[in-house]
């Protein structure tokens, strides 16, 4: 099982990114598809979900309207768009894979991490 994280960078605030997560050796679309992020000296924190079976998403409060995922899953990918970027949303960004439906996003409930793209914004 492999997740592997691209499109980190640095911006300027209220500039854009898009990430990109491509995954292999496993059934993608079994999976719930996470986003999370960690910043230094801070706890990882879960950014944003997609679901397997409807695609039903969901987002932390302080990204809501700002950063938006979805998933192809013909090509095993999932995606945050990042929008309107504040310097607060600096962090490692890290995508991660849940097998069944998305409830929550404790990291616990994660079996597969990709390794992260970093993201820095300036002010």
């Known amino acids: 099982v492999q997740l592997v994280e691209s499109g980190g960078g640095s911006v300027q605030t209220g500039g854009s990114l898009r990430l990109s997560c491509v995954a292999s050796?496993?059934?993608?679309?079994?999976?719930?598809m996470g986003w999370f992020r960690q910043a230094p000296g801070k706890e990882r924190e879960g950014v944003a979900g997609?679901?397997?079976?409807?695609?039903?998403?969901s987002y932390r409060d302080s990204v809501k309207g700002r950063f938006a995922i979805s998933k192809d899953n013909g090509v095993n990918t999932v995606y945050l768009q990042m929008n309107n970027q504040k310097p607060e949303d600096t962090a490692m960004y890290y995508c991660?894979?849940?097998?069944?439906?998305?409830?929550?996003?404790?990291?616990?409930?994660?079996?597969?991490w990709g390794q992260g793209t970093q993201v820095t914004v300036s002010s």
């Open positions: 991660a894979a849940r097998f069944g439906r998305c409830y929550g996003m404790t990291l616990t409930d994660y079996a597969y």
């Open positions: 050796g496993y059934k993608f679309s079994s999976y719930c």
């Open positions: 997609i679901d397997r079976r409807d695609g039903s998403t």
